[in-house]
């Protein structure tokens, strides 16, 4: 019912996430930083040892969901989102696809180059408040919105 975090990895780098909440029982140590590491390296094992892409990912108090954007225009790119596994798998898919394509046609693929500039993805970040403006609100937020 609620999204936690959304990250979009570029040549295997975080390249913008946003946190909306903080993840309780999570090691304080795990930092954005280290589980960017663990969700790329996530990624990568599930194309080598899976010979495909992982879907999801979840534990008894979150959920990963991985979107890999179709068609694949744009291999180099995916996306993630931690969500409380209380919404629904294709709602949190349907809305990663519409944020990869307001990213496409705001970013186009440009020539690989081995310097990534993360800093210009800044300014999206306000896309992924617009595109994940119902899901990434707690029930007690939404009231909270509803009645004040």
């Known amino acids: 019912m609620t999204v ?3 990250g979009i990895f570029e040549n295997s780098l975080l390249v913008l996430s946003k946190s909306f909440y903080p993840l309780k029982k999570a090691q304080k140590t795990l930092n954005i930083q280290k ?3 663990i969700i790329n390296s996530i990624q990568k094992m599930s194309k080598v040892v899976l010979k495909g892409e992982v879907e999801m990912l979840d534990n008894d108090n979150y959920r990963i969901i991985f979107q890999i954007p179709s068609p694949k225009s744009r291999s180099n790119i995916f ?4 969500d409380d596994r209380k919404s629904s798998k294709n709602i949190i898919s349907s809305l990663l696809d519409e944020l990869f394509h307001k990213f496409e046609l705001r970013y186009p693929a440009s020539f690989p180059s081995n310097i990534m500039v993360v800093d210009r993805y800044q300014q999206f970040l306000g896309t992924i408040d617009d595109v994940f403006s119902d899901e990434c609100y ?3 937020d ?6 004040f």
């Open 142 to 147: 939404r009231v909270r919105n509803y009645l």
């Open 4 to 6: 936690l975090e959304v």
């Open 138 to 140: 707690t029930p007690s």
């Open 35 to 37: 589980r960017s590491h």
């Open 79 to 82: 996306l993630y989102a931690i």
